[in-house]
């Protein structure tokens, strides 16, 4: 089993910055595929951004890319979401997933395991 758990989350001006963490349990996180996704209300859970077991291979959405950057420290358990020139579009509760066989996915319903959630709220 693998427990997620998000942290980093808050209120911030447009163009500001926040950084999410996802601890994991488990002794073979650095095996983990690990992914960040959100949902705004009303709307479908989204793919933000993912990173592959080594860290080696990284993958983002459209709306993030070049303002976003996920990276992961294996030995810390953790996984992390940098997230630069926030937008109120940006706002949205932030999940964290797992993929115990080390793939990585944009697609919500490939992941295994889910962190409670964190929620980020940028104001204009």
């Known amino acids: 089993q693998v427990q997620l758990v998000e942290s980093g989350g808050g209120l911030v001006q447009a163009g500001g910055s926040l950084r999410l963490s996802c601890a994991a349990s488990g002794r073979t996180f650095s095996s983990y595929g690990m992914g960040w996704f959100r949902q705004a209300p009303g709307k479908e859970r989204e793919f933000v951004a993912a990173?592959?077991?080594?860290?080696?291979?990284?993958y983002y959405a459209d709306s993030v890319k070049g303002r976003f950057t996920i990276s992961r420290d294996n030995a810390k358990n953790t996984v992390y979401l940098e997230m630069n020139s926030l937008k109120p579009e940006d706002t949205a509760v932030y999940y964290c997933?797992?993929?115990?066989?080390?793939?990585?996915?944009?697609?919500?319903?490939?992941?295994?395991?889910w962190g409670q959630g964190t929620q980020v709220t940028v104001s204009s």
């Open positions: 997933a797992a993929d115990p066989y080390g793939r990585v996915w944009a697609s919500k319903y490939e992941y295994d395991y």
């Open positions: 990173i592959s077991w080594s860290g080696g291979r990284t």
